[in-house]
């Protein structure tokens, strides 16, 4: 028996951990998937075979990430997510939250510039169309912060406060365009905050951390107005299939909880990564200067020596 055309039994069993994790895949996630990490592979494997070296720990990052989305989209929870708010509420800050963080912290473009030929010249191949891409007005205005803000905030109240939501949830289709806007919508809202690959807008890293926070807050906001609604807020949910045992409103209150713990997670995460990138900013801006000083013998210092004792011989 389908629900809603998705093909997910409305006789689901009640919720478990167990039957929230068992293996349940969706072919086009799961394809994607193991495409992108093929994709990934095969970037780390031309450097390697080339004598250069690829940190570990940027592979490591963002096989997390793309595992994370297969766990959220080719298990029972995609299941559960069509006919539970809650565990649709799992899945949404994940992908939209936790997965860009770690696929960002992956470097997945300096990656593929670096792995990618070149055309040669007056042609232009994948690697001059990524550079192109990067550094295109579009690319400018969507890495923005005056889009980003608004459109992580859009995508909780425009969406789940309005009849679209329940419009993508009534197709496969739908709900995969849902699906791939809340990934895309977190890639870059975070990336020009605390990612590693080059990009049109880099902030210096206290306005990163001030974009963080301008946009943090409104998903507890949301969160709190899901916990506090008398009624259910979504039409999708309104209804949960018997099967499940659940109440509407305690299920739609259980995912305002869910949205509002998320806001900090995240929060916490990229803090950590913006600081360790500031540290290790100034700790390559300290060591340039040192082989400055050491090329020029430090020059400047002595210059600005001089300048004092030109002060002092004025005073006198």
Same mark, same amino acid.
């Given at each position: ?28 996630? @799961?394809? %994607?998937?193991?495409?992108? #990490? +093929? /994709?990934?592979?095969?970037?780390? $494997?031309?450097?390697? !075979?080339? &004598? ?51 696929? @960002?912290? %992956?470097?997945?473009?300096? #990656? +593929? /510039?670096?792995?990618?030929?070149? $055309?040669?010249?007056? !042609?232009? &191949? ?60 977190? /890639? ?10 080059? &990009? ?117």
């Amino acid at each position: 028996m389908d629900h809603s055309g998705h093909g997910t039994s409305m006789d689901l069993p009640p919720f478990t951990l167990a039957r929230g994790l068992a293996w349940s895949p969706d072919t086009f996630f @799961l394809v %994607g998937c193991l495409v992108v #990490l +093929a /994709l990934y592979g095969w970037g780390v $494997a031309r450097l390697v !075979r080339r &004598g250069d070296k690829w940190p570990v720990n940027r592979t490591l990052w963002f096989t997390g990430g793309v595992l994370l989305i297969l766990l959220m989209m080719c298990t029972g929870l995609n299941d559960y997510g069509m006919v539970m708010f809650s565990v649709h509420m799992v899945q949404h800050m994940v992908i939209s939250m936790l997965a860009p963080i770690l696929l @960002l912290l %992956g470097g997945p473009i300096t #990656l +593929a /510039l670096r792995a990618l030929p070149t $055309a040669g010249r007056g !042609r232009k &191949g994948p690697r001059e169309l990524l550079l192109m891409l990067l550094h295109s007005r579009y690319m400018r205005v969507i890495t923005h912060p005056v889009f980003t803000i608004p459109m992580f905030i859009a995508s909780l109240y425009g969406l789940y406060f309005t009849p679209l939501f329940d419009f993508l949830m009534e197709s496969r289709p739908g709900h995969i365009v849902m699906m791939l806007h809340f990934l895309l919508v977190g /890639l870059t809202f975070f990336w020009p905050i605390m990612g590693v690959d080059p &990009g049109p807008h880099r902030p210096g890293y206290l306005m990163r951390m001030l974009e963080l926070f301008a946009g943090m807050p409104f998903h507890a906001f949301f969160g709190i107005a899901l916990m506090m609604g008398s009624t259910a807020m979504v039409g999708t949910y309104a209804d949960p299939p018997a099967s499940l045992g659940i109440d509407a409103l305690a299920d739609q209150n259980a995912a305002g909880g869910i949205a509002w713990a998320f806001s900090e997670i995240p929060s916490v995460l990229v803090l950590i990564a913006l600081l360790f990138q500031w540290y290790r900013s100034d700790q390559r801006q300290a060591k340039r200067q040192d082989r400055a000083a050491d090329r020029d013998g430090d020059k400047e210092l002595e210059a600005y020596n001089a300048y004092l004792a030109s002060l002092h011989a004025r005073g006198r």
